[in-house]
């Protein structure tokens, strides 16, 4: 008898062992599937007109959104993986018919690859790290809704700042830059340069990408219990 006992008293923490095993192997599977949404969205969107908006010498690029809808959910890894591909797809813009990167890759190949990827992976790792720090709040609506405004906001500044950045950076002195900066200092020049693009990828990104992750947290919850999936 007290083998018996002792037999059924050690099937419940295997029990829950398993359990845990499978809730993990569970949102492993999550992970990997919505990650691998958010690439097939990000590549569609960067070779088709549904990814740029061509306004003058800058493009309005709305990869931002699934790079933050992605953030949101999947945190700093899944930013960083996101971003990647989207820095990696605007280097390829240079070859796919966008007349402005075409003449910043004849110029400097290097500094070109580097001004469309560095900033994309630090926007992407960025807008993880920003959602990972409101998602620590015990607070639902902060944890769903500030978490996905304040990330949507960002994602899209951050992504304008340091591409902006590293053009002045590598490209300030150089007469094809100059002849759009028309005498204008740096400052001004940024301005003038991203004004209406700038503002409309944040509210495309500030509408859709919020819209999108409080979807996608409540889907999250309801599935899974759980409203970060990192």
Known sequence: MSMIKSKKGASAPQATKEAGKRESS????????LLGLFAAIVLLM??????????????VSFLVIPVAAGAI???????????????????????????????????????????????????GLFAGLVS?????????????VTRSVVTSLLTPVFNTVMFMGSLVLFFWNDEYIQGFA???SVLPFI????????????????????AV??????????????????
């Open 26 to 33: 569970h949102l492993h599977v999550l992970r990997l599937s």
């Open 46 to 59: 960067s070779f088709t007109p549904l990814g740029y908006l061509r306004i003058g010498a800058l493009s």
């Open 73 to 123: 959910m999947l945190g700093p890894w899944g930013g960083l993986i996101l971003g990647t591909l989207f820095g990696f797809s605007s280097f390829a813009q240079a070859f796919v018919g966008d007349a402005f990167a075409a003449m910043l890759l004849s110029i400097n190949p290097i500094c070109y690859a580097i001004m469309c990827i560095v900033p994309r992976v630090l926007t």
């Open 132 to 144: 990972k720090g409101f998602a620590r709040s015990e607070k639902t609506t902060i944890n769903t």
């Open 182 to 184: 028309s005498g204008k």
């Open 191 to 210: 301005i003038a340069f991203v004004g209406v693009n700038g503002l409309l990828e944040i509210a495309a990104s500030l509408l859709i990408g919020t």
């Open 213 to 230: 992750g409080i979807a996608l947290i409540k889907v999250s919850d309801r599935m899974t219990g759980r409203k970060i999936l990192w």
